[in-house]
C-alpha cells in the first residue's frame, strides 16, 4: 500500500509521543468536524435503503444530474479502471499517488504528465486524469480548460476523470454541472471540507450508464445507513458550509504566512493546507516529529505539505517549532 498522511499511531510508537500529544498537520483534511446528529437506531439495524435522500442531497449540494454514494472516492479511483479496455492513461502529476497505481496495476500504460505537457500529449492518450485544485500542490485549473481536454478526448472514446476532493471551497470551478456529459467522470470527497473522514464516503458524478456500470463493480450496500444520515444532514447545512468555508481560507492564508515569516514561502496550497518545497524538507519533517508534530512528507521532490492547525494553542505551537528549528539549524 503506498503511503499517506494521517498515520498517527505508527508515528507515536516511532517517536515515543502519546497519540494525543500529537499536532496532526499531516492529513489535509479541515480540522473542525461536522458535529454528529442524532442516528436513529433504523439506520444501524436496517440494511441501507437509496431512496433515503442522500443522493438528492447531494445532487443539489454539488449541483449534479446523476451521483453515485461511494465508501469513500478512493473506492471510484480502484474500480473506475475495470470499466475499459486496456489502453493509455495520462495523470497530470505530481497529485495523489494512488490514481497512477490504480490504473498501472490493472494493466494500463500510464505517462505521468506535467501541466504544459497535456496537450502535447493530449491526443495520444485514452484517458487524463487531474486533481483539481491538486494534491498536493494546490493548482488550479479552470473548467473551460479542462472541458477542452474532456471535448478532445470525448471524440474518440476517451475518459476525463477530474478529482476535486479539494473543490468544495471554490465551487465555481467545479465541473460537476457538466458531469452528465458522456467521458466526463467527477470524484467528490465528503471527509476532507466535513472534517469527517472516518465515516468514508465520496460520490461519483457522470452520466447514468457509465454510473450503472461503477455501481455493479461496487456492490449493493456500499454506504453504511448510519453514514447516509450523517451524509445527508451535513450536505444540507448551508451556513455550516459558510462558516466552514471562511475559517478554513482564513487559516490557510494565516499559515501561509507562517511559513513564510519563518523563511519557508510556500510554492502553492488552497484552502486547506499549504505546500513547500524545501531541501531541508527531511530534516524540517523530523524536527517536528520530535516536537510533536506531524507533517505529510514527499521525498521525490522534497517536499512538505501543512495541514490547518484547529485553534490558537496549535498555532501557538507551531509558531514555538519554528523558533526552536530556527535556533536549532545554522
Not at 183 to 196: E, T
Not at 294 to 304: A, D, E, I
Request: net charge negative; aromatic share 10%; charged share 20%.
Amino acid at each position: 500500500m503506498l503511503e499517506h498522511g494521517g498515520r498517527l499511531r505508527k508515528a507515536a510508537l516511532q517517536y515515543g509521543i502519546a497519540e494525543a500529544d500529537w499536532l496532526d498537520l499531516s492529513s489535509g483534511l479541515a480540522p473542525w468536524p461536522w458535529a454528529i446528529p442524532d442516528i436513529p437506531l433504523r439506520a444501524w439495524a436496517r440494511l441501507p435503503e437509496t431512496d433515503d435522500g442522500l443522493e438528492q442531497a447531494a445532487r443539489e449540494y454539488y449541483g449534479a444530474t446523476q451521483v453515485l454514494p461511494v465508501a469513500g472516492s478512493q473506492a471510484a479511483i480502484q474500480l473506475l479502471p475495470r470499466l475499459r479496455r486496456a489502453g493509455k492513461v495520462g495523470v497530470l502529476s505530481p497529485c495523489y499517488a494512488e490514481h497512477a497505481e490504480a490504473w498501472r496495476r490493472n494493466g494500463y500504460i500510464v505517462r505521468e504528465v506535467l501541466e504544459q505537457e497535456v496537450d502535447f500529449f493530449l491526443d495520444s492518450l485514452d484517458v487524463l486524469v487531474v486533481v483539481n485544485p491538486n494534491n498536493p500542490t494546490g493548482l488550479s485549473l479552470t473548467p473551460e480548460r479542462l472541458l477542452d481536454w474532456h471535448a478532445r478526448l470525448a471524440q474518440r472514446g476517451g475518459w476525463l476523470v477530474v478529482d476535486e476532493a479539494f473543490m468544495d471551497n471554490t465551487p465555481q470551478l467545479s465541473l460537476s454541472s457538466y458531469a452528465n456529459q458522456v467521458g466526463l467522470i467527477v470524484l467528490r470527497s465528503f471527509g476532507k471540507f466535513f472534517g469527517l473522514a472516518g465515516v468514508r464516503l465520496g460520490f461519483v458524478l457522470a452520466e447514468r450508464k457509465l454510473l450503472k456500470l461503477l455501481a455493479e463493480q461496487v456492490g449493493p450496500w456500499a454506504v453504511s445507513g448510519p453514514t447516509r444520515v450523517l451524509g445527508q444532514v451535513c450536505l444540507r447545512d448551508t451556513q455550516g458550509h459558510a462558516l466552514q468555508r471562511l475559517r478554513s481560507e482564513e487559516a490557510s492564508q494565516r499559515l501561509a504566512e507562517v511559513l513564510e515569516r519563518h523563511g519557508f514561502k510556500p510554492q502553492g496550497g488552497c484552502a486547506l493546507f499549504q505546500w513547500l518545497i524545501t531541501e531541508r524538507a527531511e530534516h524540517l519533517h523530523e524536527f517536528m516529529a520530535r516536537q510533536g508534530i506531524l507533517l505529510r512528507l514527499f521525498t521525490h521532490n522534497s517536499s512538505l505539505r501543512f495541514g490547518l492547525p484547529a485553534d490558537e494553542a496549535d498555532w501557538l505551537r507551531l509558531e514555538h517549532a519554528f523558533e526552536a528549528y530556527a535556533k536549532e539549524t545554522p
